[in-house]
């Protein structure tokens, strides 16, 4: 079963937002057993949506359409797809009392453009929005679906979950489609692929292996396709299994979780807590834990430290540490963990400092030079890094070296096996 995913804007175009849609949609999909043949962002042009149509179904047996439906002149969507299939735009009666509803709630009035959100074309199911006021459109055309829904993200992913997928589930008969995932760290691509090479082409042709590469990490997926999931799960563990035991030493987690989430949630289960003190990368340590719910569990916070002055006063830095060795040091770096530590009663602590750039190098210490340290009670050890002349990069990159440091450290205290 194939999908094809459609967003309409000028303002993806231009880069005055973010397509956001098309990946979260794409997931869903591909969760329910639809792969997406292609993605689409078009302008909010009649023609230019209508021969993006007639291509889509060409190739795909589902096209979901997102975007075009608001009050405004600009958007035609509606229009458009009223024209395509010839089918003249009537008031939908349940969707204008909706619509009515939705303003007197918000004590506003309703004007002519907004009772002309309650238009549709006269063939079309219409499924209603409930966070919003443009109704979802789904129409069947040659054995094909095209359903149109509203661009901003929250309308549509409500949409998708309570209406459209379970409509999809039913209408269809869906393979069975199951995903294993493999968090790996510490080793590239290139060499994670040789390492493995051989159960990669032991693996049968219904079974999949992928390699999604991110900064610092690696994500293995597995993806099974067939008609009994009683057959294929225990498969597919068995290949997760022998894969992780051939590159045990850089396996984070073997579930689609983040690699800030696997460590929160490993602590978590250990009741294990943990502060940081940040230099060069300002805090952002700090937000790759505490956007997880539930974070506050074990991340109990830390120190923004950039002046000296605030390493010494916050972090317990000694001024004869700083004045020999400067802030971009090893002996900086562990004394901004332990201070960490011993100031904010935390079982571990993550400490980096260094020179994010692109100015402030020296011939010492260029641009992309970092310390990293990770304390526990008893101990702890520090690393240096060499990254490059890109400050968001160097800033990236020593966060994910601080949580693979963090997470050996653990692995090594927990004795944890995967």
């Not at 679906?145 to 929250?154: A, D, E, K, L, N």
């Not at 039913?170 to 199951?178: D, H, S, Y």
């Not at 978590?268 to 506050?296: D, P, R």
């Not at 904010?344 to 402030?360: E, M, R």
Request: glycine share 6%; net charge neutral; hydrophobic share 40%.
């Amino acid at each position: 079963m194939l999908a094809e995913i459609i967003t309409i804007g000028d303002e993806i175009l231009i880069g005055q937002i973010v397509d956001t849609n098309s990946a979260w949609m794409a997931t869903a999909l591909n969760e329910i057993g639809v792969k997406v043949k292609q993605i689409s962002s078009i302008s909010d042009e009649a023609q230019h949506i209508i021969n993006a149509l007639d291509e889509a179904q060409q190739r795909a047996d589902i096209i979901l359409i997102t975007g075009g439906l608001g009050p405004t002149k600009d958007d035609i969507t509606k229009q458009t797809l009223s024209k395509y299939f010839g089918m003249p735009l009537r008031i939908d009666e349940p969707t204008l009392a909706h619509v009515k509803q939705f303003f007197e709630k918000l004590n506003r009035p309703m004007i002519d453009v907004n009772i002309k959100q309650a238009e549709v074309p006269e063939g079309c199911t219409v499924i209603m929005n409930k966070n919003g006021t443009a109704p979802c459109m789904w129409f069947e055309n040659n054995g094909k679906i095209i359903v149109s829904m509203p661009g901003v993200p929250f309308e549509m992913k409500y949409l998708m979950e309570d209406e459209i997928i379970p409509r999809i589930k039913q209408r269809f008969k869906l393979p069975i489609l199951i995903h294993q995932n493999i968090l790996v760290a510490g080793l590239g691509e290139s060499f994670l692929a040789e390492q493995i090479a051989d159960l990669e082409e032991a693996l049968p042709s219904y079974i999949k292996l992928a390699y999604l590469p991110k900064l610092g990490q690696v994500r293995l997926r597995l993806s099974a396709t067939g008609d009994n999931e009683a057959t294929l799960l225990p498969e597919v563990m068995l290949h997760t299994r022998k894969i992780v035991e051939r590159i045990e030493k850089y396996v984070v987690i073997t579930e689609d979780l983040p690699f800030e989430k696997a460590i929160l949630n490993l602590m978590e289960k250990h009741g294990l807590t943990l502060s940081v003190a940040e230099s060069c990368t300002g805090g952002y340590i700090s937000h790759l834990f505490t956007q997880h719910s539930g974070s506050s569990a074990v991340f109990q916070g830390g120190g923004v430290t950039y002046a000296n002055e605030l390493k010494q006063r916050l972090l317990n830095v000694k001024e004869k540490t700083l004045s020999t060795y400067g802030a971009v040091s090893e002996q900086t770096a562990k004394e901004m963990a332990l201070g960490a530590i011993a100031n904010f009663k935390t079982d571990y602590a993550v400490a980096v400092t260094g020179i994010a750039g692109p100015s402030g190098g020296t011939k010492e210490k260029p641009v992309g030079t970092v310390w990293i340290a990770v304390a526990n009670k008893e101990d702890v050890k520090a690393k240096l890094y060499n990254f490059a002349s890109k400050r968001v990069q160097n800033i990236e990159r020593s966060a994910m070296a601080a949580l693979m440091m963090l997470f050996l450290q653990l692995k090594q205290d927990l004795n944890v096996k995967h």
